[in-house]
């Protein structure tokens, strides 16, 4: 009589790298989640793929002397998103890698996109952002998945891809991805926490208050090639999901992100709520309401938790 699978196929892992070797660095604001090593995270690439994880999904934490205004290293093969995607691609050959394009970890500001007369300028931006794709595919990436929400900037990085040779790279578009204050612990992860402080992300990322404008910033992202679309924040926004579902023909997929986690973290710490249950009823929440895949900083407890 259930109507919703949850699966171990549905589940995407993010996974946080930093420079330097050594034993994983916790994040403070996400409990039990961690910066690793290359090394760290291929160890947890490898679970991932015992686990029956189709994917995990990178970011960086940039050390702050290599950041700059435009976030140039971003768009450099030698940076540290590079080096950890082709030694995972090299250790566990078959989970795929899911590569973040956005300028917020390498940008002195936070931001995704460069700043120029105090503003997040779109189209300079999107040239860098085709630099950063292109660089993480000659990496080896499986996934190229775009989180700055610029205008325009799917139809450009896949041109820039084929241009490369990498038409086999996916892209997973986040479509409708809103200006939230739930990304506050993922900021701390990646050291870009001065934006949240600063100036908001309201110019590019949408307004909680909008629902159709998602579906119009879904169509554009389709027409513009995307293979799959994202909803994020996932809880507070599954409506969103739902109706992206519905309207659209594409997998969708939501971000289950930073401050859902350690909301229901900080709950169970405080004795309020059953941790792995209200782990798993939010997961299937997410394929109640149409998601395909899900990313989640619980991937691997849940996963372990689910018939192989
Ligand atoms: C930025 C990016 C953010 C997240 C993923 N990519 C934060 C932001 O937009 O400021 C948030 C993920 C999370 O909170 O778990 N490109």
């Given at each position: 009589m259930k109507e919703t699978q949850l699966t171990r196929d549905a589940l995407i892992w993010p996974l946080f790298v930093r420079e330097g070797g050594g034993a994983a660095e916790p994040v403070a604001t996400l409990p039990g989640v961690a910066r690793h090593s290359i090394d760290g995270l291929v160890e947890n690439a490898r679970l991932a793929a015992d686990l029956g994880i189709p994917a995990i999904a990178i970011?960086?934490?940039?050390?702050?002397?290599?950041?700059?205004?435009?976030?140039?290293?971003?768009?450099?093969?030698?940076?540290?998103?590079?080096?950890?995607?082709?030694?995972?691609r090299a250790a566990v050959p078959d989970l795929g890698v899911i590569t973040d394009v956005a300028l917020d970890p390498f940008t002195t500001s936070g931001h995704d996109g460069m700043i120029r007369d105090g503003e997040v300028v779109n189209d300079a931006t999107v040239a860098m952002l085709c630099r950063q794709?292109?660089?993480?595919?000659?990496?080896?990436?499986?996934?190229?998945?775009?989180?700055?929400?610029?205008d325009g900037r799917i139809g450009a990085i896949r041109s820039?891809?084929?241009?490369?040779?990498?038409?086999?790279?996916?892209?997973?578009?986040?479509?409708?991805?809103?200006?939230?204050?739930?990304?506050?612990?993922?900021?701390?992860?990646?050291?870009?926490?001065?934006?949240?402080?600063?100036?908001?992300?309201?110019?590019?990322?949408?307004?909680?208050?909008?629902?159709?404008?998602?579906?119009?910033?879904?169509?554009?992202?389709?027409?513009?090639?995307?293979d799959f679309i994202m909803v994020k924040p996932g809880m507070p926004y599954l409506d969103i999901v739902s109706k992206a579902?519905?309207?659209?023909?594409?997998?969708?997929f939501a971000y289950q992100v930073s401050g859902e986690y350690a909301m229901i973290e900080?709950?169970?710490?405080?004795?309020?709520?059953d941790r792995s249950r209200v782990m798993m009823e939010s997961l299937m929440s997410f394929r109640?309401?149409?998601?395909?895949?899900?990313?989640?900083?619980?991937a691997a407890e849940a996963a372990a938790l689910l018939p192989k």
């Amino acid at each position: 009589m259930k109507e919703t699978q949850l699966t171990r196929d549905a589940l995407i892992w993010p996974l946080f790298v930093r420079e330097g070797g050594g034993a994983a660095e916790p994040v403070a604001t996400l409990p039990g989640v961690a910066r690793h090593s290359i090394d760290g995270l291929v160890e947890n690439a490898r679970l991932a793929a015992d686990l029956g994880i189709p994917a995990i999904a990178i970011f960086p934490r940039i050390n702050p002397e290599d950041k700059d205004d435009d976030g140039t290293l971003s768009g450099d093969g030698g940076n540290l998103v590079c080096r950890a995607t082709a030694a995972e691609r090299a250790a566990v050959p078959d989970l795929g890698v899911i590569t973040d394009v956005a300028l917020d970890p390498f940008t002195t500001s936070g931001h995704d996109g460069m700043i120029r007369d105090g503003e997040v300028v779109n189209d300079a931006t999107v040239a860098m952002l085709c630099r950063q794709a292109v660089v993480q595919a000659d990496a080896g990436t499986t996934v190229i998945a775009p989180s700055d929400m610029m205008d325009g900037r799917i139809g450009a990085i896949r041109s820039a891809l084929d241009d490369a040779g990498h038409h086999h790279v996916l892209i997973m578009s986040y479509a409708a991805k809103y200006a939230s204050g739930f990304y506050g612990p993922f900021r701390d992860a990646v050291g870009a926490g001065q934006t949240a402080a600063t100036v908001g992300k309201d110019t590019y990322q949408m307004d909680p208050a909008n629902s159709r404008e998602a579906m119009r910033e879904i169509a554009l992202d389709v027409d513009e090639g995307a293979d799959f679309i994202m909803v994020k924040p996932g809880m507070p926004y599954l409506d969103i999901v739902s109706k992206a579902a519905e309207n659209f023909d594409l997998p969708v997929f939501a971000y289950q992100v930073s401050g859902e986690y350690a909301m229901i973290e900080a709950a169970a710490a405080m004795g309020g709520i059953d941790r792995s249950r209200v782990m798993m009823e939010s997961l299937m929440s997410f394929r109640r309401a149409g998601a395909r895949g899900i990313l989640t900083y619980f991937a691997a407890e849940a996963a372990a938790l689910l018939p192989k």
